[in-house]
């Protein structure tokens, strides 16, 4: 039985956010148990999981401890650390999630999140979209950093196209740019097809689930390191080392990278990293997991 709470009213603050969505999920899992009775209960996240209405086992992609810094989690992270020594078990994103989770924590059983392939990836030059990123967090997608860069590396009718930004975040009027929004899961894989690059210069990356689905669609990833498990990091840095730049505040090294990526023809390493991509995060491969190792400890 999976239960969602509905969305709650939008608050100013980090710390105010996680207490809405809390509360909220309390709401949904407290019905929800008492319709039921499931013999077992896994929470989607540590948001989720804040105010439980009963112990369970929680899935996390970071830990709170990681991702609130200061007053940003001034009343979250000591709570995480409560639930941590009494929830039976942990289902992080990846083995880099894990590390960064506070000890003492229970047993975890990593679960990878699944992604769709999507069908074959066009060919490179049937790609008419530059660059694409991703900035529902601005500050820390670094979309300040990837705007810098391509003032620099854009080259006639070049576009980038930045998805899922909030109203305001992206500069009007700025040549090159085409802000599109928060599109559904369909436009946004049918974008990937057509676009030659995916760019990001984040300032933590907690998973890189967007760079993920950008490299089974056939993107040239181009990126900066960040604190976080970045587990996309990892695969770009084995087929494309070429674009992934060290220097994160540099834009006129990021510009030149991307041009590269850009100019670049067509390369295998598209294809490598969408085979390491469907390798790990398939839905098939995940549900083995899933029946080969998570029911097992939650049913136990």
Not at 19 to 30: D, K, N, P
Not at 148 to 177: F, H, N, T
């Amino acid at each position: 039985m999976l239960v969602r709470p509905s969305a709650p009213p939008a608050v100013r603050t980090m710390a105010g956010t996680d207490l809405m969505w809390a509360l909220a999920a309390r709401r949904v899992a407290s019905d929800a148990l008492r319709t039921h009775r499931p013999r077992s209960v896994l929470y989607g996240s540590m948001g989720a999981a804040l105010l439980w209405p009963t112990p369970g086992a929680i899935r996390i992609d970071a830990a709170m401890a990681a991702n609130r810094p200061g007053h940003h989690g001034a009343w979250q992270r000591p709570r995480e650390r409560m639930l941590l020594r009494r929830c039976p078990l942990l289902v992080p994103q990846s083995a880099e999630a894990l590390s960064e989770t506070p000890v003492p924590r229970p047993a975890a059983v990593v679960v990878p999140p699944p992604i769709d392939p999507g069908p074959e990836p066009l060919p490179w030059a049937d790609r008419d979209v530059a660059a694409v990123t991703y900035a529902s967090d601005p500050r820390k997608k670094g979309l300040d950093r990837v705007l810098a860069a391509w003032a620099q590396a854009r080259r006639g009718d070049e576009q980038l196209v930045i998805c899922g930004a909030p109203p305001g975040a992206v500069p009007r009027l700025m040549p090159g740019v085409r802000d599109v929004g928060p599109l559904d899961r369909n436009a946004f894989a049918a974008l990937l097809r057509r676009a030659r690059t995916f760019v990001t210069a984040p300032r933590r990356e907690d998973h890189g689930l967007v760079q993920l689905e950008a490299l089974a669609a056939g993107c040239r990833l181009v990126t900066t390191p960040a604190p976080g498990a970045y587990v996309a990091l990892t695969i770009a840095r084995s087929v494309g080392p070429r674009w992934v730049v060290d220097e994160a505040d540099d834009a006129g090294v990021l510009a030149r990278t991307m041009r590269d990526a850009l100019d670049r023809g067509p390369g295998g390493e598209t294809a490598s990293a969408r085979a390491r991509v469907i390798e790990r995060y398939a839905p098939s491969a995940v549900d083995a997991v899933v029946a080969r190792d998570l029911l097992p400890a939650l049913l136990r």
